[in-house]
């Protein structure tokens, strides 16, 4: 078997999916993104396909050393990204070839079910008791929110309180016997983020996510990590196991890489190791599209340490358009009953594409960018 084609199809709402194309009519999907920089990690996908071309797909490993090392320059969100695009592709591949789900080539499942979490709030977060009701009637037992709009380096006493008060509205919502997460999203400085994490202690967040920005690791990341009993996430803007390995010495609780930015399944697998040693958990990071959801439920269900799965059904990104699962032939995939999704059986990821849908979204495409935020005084603030 041989690689024969590279296609890559940029679709609304903000995604980038891959399919790599054999000679014996078996292709496998991916989803090589960066969100507000899809055209970019085109680019570099199509740069790397040379490597890969007339090459037998089964052989990931070498295929996963190759893409990341023999450029020279290696690692970065571009790179990884679209590193990580042909990692779930060529695990589509092996899976189909083999009639098996990637999960039980990965040893097997662990678990029957995942547990998913759902998103409220937006990204300046409001109507916090509303939202939290209604993913509750919906059966999920965990949601997601942002602490806050864009935060001044140390922010008023009033700013501090309206997050609490937020967080006490989703955690009156959700009651004592369901989980809120907290997302920081890097908007905060270390100093205020020590206050913060001080302040919620009171509603005992699952977490906390991104307290502070990634490249402030080290001191200020431990010093946070230390502020409080709340257990610390982060690892949405980590690329590797090499980049994790610092923040699991600050002491992290929880790692969160995402499936289309750090090499793909092969090495969402690796860093999920790393952090066993230090008994830390993993909540892969994946506001994306079904392909990296799909990719990431196959390394959930063969992961011992594995917390729970994010997942952007509904986010504010999709903004009335395409939906997490409208480029599936058949949905049920992601049907997520009481806060769970079931075990894939597919072979490869365990979703079937539907390919017509996809090339017609990629003539439409689309130009997403991240906004950007400003201060009261004109100068830049964090997204």
């Known amino acids: 078997m041989k690689i024969t084609n590279i296609e890559t199809f940029l679709v609304p709402p903000r995604w980038l999916f891959l399919k790599v194309s054999t000679d014996e009519g078996i292709a496998g ?11 970019t990690v085109r680019a570099a996908v199509h740069e790397m396909a040379d490597l890969v071309l007339g090459q037998d797909p089964l052989r990931i490993e070498d295929h996963w050393q190759v893409l990341r090392r023999a450029g020279f320059y290696r690692g970065g969100p571009v790179l990884s990204s679209a590193l990580s695009g042909f990692d779930h592709a060529l695990w589509d591949i092996a899976g189909k070839v083999r009639q098996a789900p990637a999960h039980e080539l990965l040893g097997g499942p662990v678990r029957d079910k995942v547990r998913v979490y759902s998103w409220v709030g937006g990204d300046r977060p409001h109507g916090i008791h509303a939202a939290v009701s209604a993913q509750v009637a919906a059966g999920f037992t965990a949601v997601k929110m942002n602490v806050a709009g864009p935060m001044n380096a140390i922010a008023s ?23 809120l997460a907290i997302d920081f999203h890097g908007r905060v400085s270390p100093a205020m983020a020590r206050r913060l994490v001080r302040l919620l202690e009171e509603v005992q967040p699952m977490f906390v996510e991104e307290p502070i920005p990634p490249e402030l690791k080290g001191p200020a990341l431990e010093s946070v990590v230390r502020a409080s009993t709340l257990p610390i996430a982060l690892g949405e803007r980590l690329y590797s196991r ?74 504010q990104y999709h903004d009335g358009g395409a939906e997490l699962d409208s480029y599936l032939v058949d949905t049920s995939p992601f049907a997520f009953v009481d806060g769970y999704v079931a075990r894939p059986t597919g072979p490869g990821l365990g979703i ?18 991240a906004p950007v935020w400003r201060h009261d005084d004109g100068g830049l603030a964090e997204w």
Not at 159 to 179: Q, V
Not at 356 to 365: K, N, Y
């Open 29 to 39: 999907w991916g989803e090589p993104v960066v969100e507000g920089r899809a055209e």
């Open 157 to 179: 006493p009033g700013e501090a309180a309206a997050a609490l008060d937020r967080a006490r509205e989703a955690r009156d919502a959700l009651g004592p016997d369901r989980d």
């Open 242 to 315: 090499w980049d994790f390995k610092p923040v699991l010495d600050a002491g992290v609780a929880v790692v969160q890489p995402d499936p289309a930015h750090a090499g793909g399944i092969s090495e969402l697998r690796r860093i999920a190791a790393l952090a066993e040693v230090y008994g830390a958990a993993l909540a892969p990071h994946c506001p994306l599209g079904p392909i990296a959801l799909a990719a990431s439920l196959q390394v959930a269900f063969a992961t011992p340490n594995f917390l729970i799965q994010e997942q952007s059904l509904g986010m």
């Open 352 to 369: 079937e594409v539907d390919e017509a849908a996809v090339r017609a979204a990629d003539a439409v495409g689309h130009a997403w960018r």
